[in-house]
């Protein structure tokens, strides 16, 4: 199977219109205050809207506000949600939205006990644990952490790049990952160029897999 590509916390419509035509599966947009990320309703719908058919926007929030979240769903149009906060499994179905529920991975975390909570998630987003950052760090996790059978998709971030995306789909096998600092020239602004790499690390990965399993039937 395909590992997809999002690449979150876009703030300016170039960069995001960029990654689309580079082929990301999806972008996420930051709608949370503190993060350097974050992005306004007038900012997300710019994006949204010079993006070309087939590119889902995730829409990521950390412990907001019912009445918040429906107002960005309001008035951007967002496919699926990101809840990166403590958010309980109530809180995520309100919306009649998929939705993503995000782990800060570290000693002692039941994945199959969240999964088992967040049974009607799309997926389960695996993140790197920091006491002050809800995401976006740059830091990478112990991937022995993940087990090896999970009730739902596993996306993959925390601390991602053109130099360690084959090895991590090669160690997870997730269904996706999902990378920011990683593609960055600075917070919130990306390189186009880094974009690339990312996604021809991710694409050659797939090709070598498919090539071997290819040769094995013949």
Not at 109 to 123: E, G, K, T, W
Not at 136 to 146: C, E, K, N, P, S
Not at 166 to 181: Q, W
Not at 183 to 192: A, N, Q, R, S
């Amino acid at each position: 199977m395909r590992t997809c590509v999002k690449i979150c916390g876009f703030t300016r419509v170039d960069d995001a219109l960029a990654a689309a035509r580079l082929g990301v599966d999806a972008i996420g947009l930051v709608f949370y205050p503190p993060s350097p990320r974050q992005v306004g309703i007038g900012q997300a719908i710019d994006i949204v809207n010079a993006l070309p058919p087939f590119t889902s926007v995730v829409g990521l929030f950390v412990d907001e506000q019912e009445a918040r979240i429906s107002e960005v769903l309001e008035r951007v149009a967002i496919d699926c949600l990101q809840f990166h906060g403590d958010e309980p499994p109530a809180a995520c179905r309100l919306y009649g939205k998929r939705y993503m529920k995000a782990v800060r991975m570290q000693d002692g975390i039941d994945i199959a006990a969240v999964a088992q909570n967040y049974y009607d998630a799309s997926a389960l987003l695996l993140d790197a644990y920091d006491m002050d950052a809800k995401g976006g760090t740059g830091q990478q996790f112990d991937w022995a952490l993940i087990p090896k059978q999970c009730g739902l998709p596993i996306v993959l971030a925390g601390g991602l790049d053109a130099t360690n995306a084959g090895a991590a789909i090669e160690a997870v096998r997730p269904y996706a990952l999902d990378v920011s600092s990683g593609v960055e020239i600075e917070k919130g602004i990306k390189d186009t160029g880094k974009m690339a790499a990312f996604l021809r690390a991710v694409n050659d990965r797939e090709v070598r897999a498919w090539t071997t399993q290819h040769d094995r039937k013949i």
